[in-house]
């Protein structure tokens, strides 16, 4: 039997990925070797990063604008490898603070130069997306912000309109909606979410923005270096990155980010409904647009009643729904693996302790 694994990252493989990445690892496509024991720089891997940066490219139809690039780490180090490559001493980053890795990405980007946080919803528990005066944003090197808030539960429908490049952390809602790419300078997912196994990021630059990149910098931090070198310049994490093919063949197969979208919200209302109708559980996120898709967050009404469900929760087979350690109450991540099953299962198991309790 499969748990029903809510876990916020790494979380749920889709079913075919999980399956075809273990048979890759024992047995690459019949070929009598494993998709880990062969050399980067074989046809073989090189066919892998090929057919995986278009997928990436066409998915989100950025082909003639940006560049994709596939490096090693993850989301923590991207806010130090963006402002290495795009901010220096003389330049101030601004970033929109909503919650705890946007926060964090400020802290990490003045290493490297001038930071100011133009607006934060911290004094309200994080609990709407904070609305930034555009004139702010003139003669910034860029505005950072996060597409969706996985600790607190919110998350931008729309983007916010700025004066300067966006630069927008995705780890929590790549692939999963539809964004106008022709406002996003930088995006970049760290793996572990909705791209494959943990180990690497996806990262997407604009044309423009990335001939705006500081000199003289250590090549393996470098984006044009890693770009012209096609993601290959040290070796890659293998098996992260052909996790993140057979990912992105998964998703063009059923419709791309249109179809994933729709059943997203599917999945995202059936939860809210249940959270709305029930009265042991509630939402703190003010307005409805603000809420994530992605991680529905949740409390119930008292301490008692969520140590209670979470025991519940452990004795029907339901994994990872505590909050994190910052938020507290309950998580649910709902990214594109997902099932409806998974979370029908839950709302069952909402309303079987409800009526219990
Ligand atoms: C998960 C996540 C990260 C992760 O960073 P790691 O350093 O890879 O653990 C960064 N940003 C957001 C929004 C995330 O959800």
């Keep these: 039997m499969r748990t029903i694994n809510f876990y916020s990252g790494p979380s749920l493989l889709p079913n075919e990925v999980r399956e075809q990445l273990a048979l890759g690892v024992i047995d690459y496509e019949g070929k009598g070797f494993s998709i880990a024991e062969i050399s980067h720089r074989s046809q073989t891997f090189l066919s892998i ?17 940006h560049e994709v690039v596939f490096v090693q780490g ?26 705890y890795w946007a926060h964090k990405a400020m802290q990490y980007a003045s290493y490297y130069g001038n930071t100011i946080c133009l607006a934060t919803s911290k004094n309200e528990g994080y609990n709407h997306i904070p609305t930034v005066d555009k004139e702010k944003t003139k003669g910034l090197k860029y505005v950072g912000i996060t597409s969706n808030n996985t600790v ?14 966006l630069v927008v952390d995705m780890s929590s809602d790549i692939f ?24 690497m990021s996806v990262v997407i630059i604009k ?43 998964w998703l063009k197969n059923l419709g791309g980010i249109t179809a994933i979208e729709q059943y997203n919200a599917q999945k995202a209302q059936l939860l809210y409904t249940a959270i709305e109708e029930s009265t042991l559980f509630l ?64 709302t069952h198991a909402m309303n079987t302790f409800e009526e219990k309790y």
């Design 49 to 65: 990063l090929e057919e995986l940066t278009h997928l990436v490219k066409t998915l989100l139809q950025i082909e003639q604008t």
């Design 74 to 99: 993850g989301g923590r180090q991207l806010f130090a490898q963006i402002p290495m490559n795009f901010l220096n001493t003389t330049e101030t980053a601004g970033f929109i603070d909503t919650g």
């Design 152 to 165: 607190f539960g919110t998350q931008y429908k729309t983007l916010p309109k700025v004066f300067c490049p």
């Design 176 to 199: 999963s909606i539809t964004r106008n790419w022709n406002e996003i300078d930088l995006a970049f997912a760290c793996a572990q979410k909705n791209v494959g196994v943990a180990g």
């Design 207 to 249: 044309k423009e923005f990335l001939a705006t990149q500081q000199k003289n910098l250590v090549p393996v931090f470098s984006f044009q270096n890693l770009i012209e070198k096609k993601s290959n310049d040290y070796t890659p994490p293998v098996l992260s990155i052909y996790s993140a093919l057979l990912t992105m063949r």
């Design 283 to 346: 939402s703190l996120i003010e307005k409805k647009e603000d809420r994530s898709v992605m991680n529905v967050c949740f409390y119930g009404a008292n301490n008692k009643i969520e140590q209670d469900f979470l025991q519940f929760c452990e004795h029907h087979h339901i994994m990872g729904i505590k909050g994190h350690q910052e938020a507290l109450g309950f998580r649910a991540s709902l990214y594109n693996a997902q099932t409806l099953d998974n979370v029908l299962a839950l």
